[in-house]
């Protein structure tokens, strides 16, 4: 490999075969990743990920200059590592009960994903996609859901505002009763939310409210959430809750739903599909 080619993308318009190497090069690992840890296989992670570019260099006039490039390449490659396995589920005998019908006969045709590039910022074609890929994983059974969600959590649809307040909710009035009985100030009150969140976070990636409405706090790398991440989250939820309440409001109106603690922490609450547990 040619190491003297710069990772950093050009500024120029002009789409030449220097430009998406370097494109392709800033990206190959990402890629490969995503798709090895779904399917499971080396070289079939490698086919995806060229079909992937392949797809990515007939869309490079606009996918090479934005900024969301890298959301547009992972949500592909998940969508057509999802495909992949149900599409060969026969042979696999791991995925045998996928897209069984009520009569008991299994489907062979695998879920369609959308794959054309939009500006998630100019559209709701990001949204659109996580609502397709959490359709494809209910309809696998309870137990193979598991290594799917783990492998890219942060491709999960988002939790909306009101259902992370219902699970706030539930935290806030644990941990009033709690401090209340050892008669703690109600100023404490939030001190001990906070930790209390940082704690659940750190281990369980939720809390109990959390587990009551099925949402869970992931970070965007999809790497586990650590002691760091967990403190500042926690930290950060002071400063959306004392301007006005806006820092929570936030989720309301931004494209991933995510407060200001979220968006410091490098964090997302997305929703986890049914029969997989949080406990």
Known sequence: MNHDVSPVRPDSTELTAPDFTTFMRCYQDMVYST???????????????QEVFIRAHSRFEDLGRSPTAGG??????????????????????????????????????????????????LSSAA??????????????????????????????????????????????????????AFYAQPKLSL??????????WRFRGTTIGGIVFG???VRLDDRPVDWPTAIVRALASFLSLFAAGLGFLWIIWDPERQA???????????????????V
Request: net charge positive; proline share 5%.
């Open 215 to 217: 949402i869970k706090v």
């Open 72 to 121: 547009w390449l992972k949500t592909v490659a998940m969508n057509l590592s999802i495909n992949h396995v149900q599409r060969y589920r026969k042979r696999w005998s791991f995925f045998s009960e996928l897209g069984r019908s009520r009569d008991g006969e299994a489907e062979d045709r695998p879920v369609e994903f959308a794959d054309e590039w939009q500006d998630p910022l």
């Open 35 to 49: 798709a090895v840890r779904v399917v499971g296989n080396a070289a079939q992670a490698e086919d995806i990920s």
């Open 127 to 180: 949204e659109e996609r996580r609502a397709r890929v959490d359709q494809a994983l209910e309809q696998l059974p309870a137990h193979q859901r598991v290594p799917l969600v783990l492998a890219v959590p942060s491709a999960l649809p988002r939790a909306g505002f009101w259902l992370r307040m219902l699970a706030l909710a539930i935290d806030a009035l644990i941990v009033l009763v709690v401090s209340s």
């Open 260 to 278: 200001w603690h979220d968006k410091i922490a490098g964090t997302v609450v997305v929703r986890v599909p049914r029969g997989v547990s949080l």
């Open 191 to 200: 001190v001990l939310l906070a930790g209390y969140g940082a704690v659940m």
